[in-house]
């Protein structure tokens, strides 16, 4: 199985800081990479797709970029809504793996 | 309005059996691949089964195989997870998901509506 692996666990920042978090996978998955954002006792949320794809309705502060084993999640301008943790997935071949989430927390 | 309603979970003792079900409404179900996703409490998530839009090709991952049986029933828009052989380990939230990136013939499943989950405690 393609393991998939995030940096950091978790940070700490503050509203209005630019935070980038990376997803390696274990073997090349192309741009099958998609990114997602889950709030405590929420459903997780798609945010992006095809590694750069922004999903309808995210707002434009996400950007997603990478191909091949390295990918990251930028998040411009951080907001008070965007404290969270962030998933990767790859959907390049079965099984299907998710990374072991980012945990954004306030400063 | 896409909606994903799971029912069917609760407590259950190892080794016994559970149905999960997921109604979907909002959108055409028989065009879309589906798949289980759970989440053990404060842990990751964890792909878990995967069915096509015609149900002839369903995948399973390896921690559930021959244990759980994935299926639908596009005329009733339902999806579902019949659990067997149920250990500790297969706690957790269950969250029906649509997949926009597979087709009949390849899957490439990323998850673009999630339900609300349901979840399922397996302990004496």
């Known amino acids: 199985a393609i393991r998939m692996t995030q940096s950091p666990s978790s940070l700490s920042a503050s509203t209005g800081d630019r935070v980038t978090i990376t997803c390696r996978a274990s073997?090349?998955?192309?741009?099958?990479l998609a990114w997602y954002e889950q709030k405590p006792g929420k459903a997780p949320k798609l945010l992006i797709y095809?590694?750069?794809t922004l999903q309808s309705g995210v707002p434009s502060r996400f950007s997603g970029g990478g191909s091949g084993t390295d990918f990251t999640l930028t998040i411009s301008c951080l907001q008070s809504e965007d404290f969270a943790t962030y998933y990767c997935?790859?959907?390049?071949?079965?099984?299907?793996?998710f990374g072991q989430g980012t945990k954004v927390e306030i400063k | 309005e896409v909606q994903l309603v799971e029912s069917g979970g609760g407590l259950i003792q190892p080794g016994g059996s559970l149905r999960l079900s997921c109604a979907a409404s909002?959108?055409?179900?028989?065009?879309?691949?589906m798949s289980w996703v759970r989440q053990a409490p404060g842990k990751g998530l964890e792909w878990v089964s995967y069915?096509?839009?015609?149900?002839?090709?369903?995948d399973y991952a390896d921690s559930v195989n021959d244990r759980f049986v994935m299926s639908r029933d596009n005329a009733e828009n339902s999806l579902h997870l019949q659990m067997n052989s149920l250990r500790a380990e297969d706690t957790g939230v269950y969250y029906c998901?649509?997949?926009?990136?597979?087709?009949?013939?390849?899957?490439?499943?990323?998850?673009?509506?999630w339900g609300q989950g349901t979840l399922v405690i397996v302990s004496s």
């Open positions: 073997q090349g998955i192309s741009t099958y």
């Open positions: 069915i096509n839009s015609r149900s002839s090709s369903i």
């Open positions: 998901v649509r997949d926009p990136g597979s087709t009949v013939l390849t899957p490439k499943p990323y998850f673009d509506n």
């Open positions: 095809a590694s750069s």
């Open positions: 997935q790859q959907y390049y071949t079965y099984p299907w793996t």
């Open positions: 909002g959108f055409t179900f028989s065009s879309f691949s």
